[in-house]
């Protein structure tokens, strides 16, 4: 088996197990999210103050940028730092996405009714409305769900994290395996 082989079936075992243990701890998994997005706030401060030194020395150096990057560097290490800030992030990613299950339901309600108005109009026959209608008012349950049980998309996300990387992983494997 080449270097490269053995290289590639060393990630997949390690993504795979990475995987395993999201699925078994999808609240840590989801926790880490917030870190890592406060480490690339870092990352990202940290190579705009390079820039910023570079301009700063040819003479076009914009404060702001400067200021910019101070912020995004305080508040990326707050987030790493503090368990208050991750859980706030993990909670304000969990309330987007039933505010964006809740947008899709209304909208849904919306075509159906274009569609049953279509119906009328037309005299054309038009059954897709009723299934509009209740994808609808499905996606509209999920997201009240989702405001007053958070914790279930929490463990949710942590799950399918896990599932997409136990799945590359067992890709990953599969392909140094077969030689390809």
Not at 8 to 23: D, T, V
Not at 149 to 167: D, E, S
């Amino acid at each position: 088996m080449s270097p490269q082989k053995i290289i590639q079936l060393i990630i997949g075992i390690s993504i795979g197990c990475a995987g395993i243990y999201c699925i078994v701890s999808p609240g840590i998994t989801v926790a880490a999210l917030a870190w890592i997005v406060g480490l690339f706030m870092v990352l990202h401060a940290l190579s705009r103050i390079g820039v910023w030194k570079e301009r700063r020395a040819l003479g076009f150096g914009e404060n702001y940028e400067l200021i910019s990057a101070i912020l995004s560097l305080v508040f990326g290490v707050a987030l790493i730092a503090s368990n208050f800030f991750q859980f706030m992030v993990s909670t304000f990613i969990i309330y987007i996405l039933a505010a964006w299950i809740a947008m899709l339901g209304v909208f849904r309600l919306i075509i159906s009714s274009n569609l049953r108005r279509l119906e009328a109009d037309t005299s054309m026959f038009i059954n897709n409305y009723n299934a509009q209608m209740i994808g609808g008012v499905v996606l509209i349950l999920v997201a009240v769900l989702i405001f007053i049980k958070p914790a279930i998309v929490t463990t949710m996300i942590g799950i399918f994290i896990g599932a997409c990387l136990l799945l590359f992983g067992v890709q990953q494997v599969m392909s140094a395996v077969r030689g390809h």
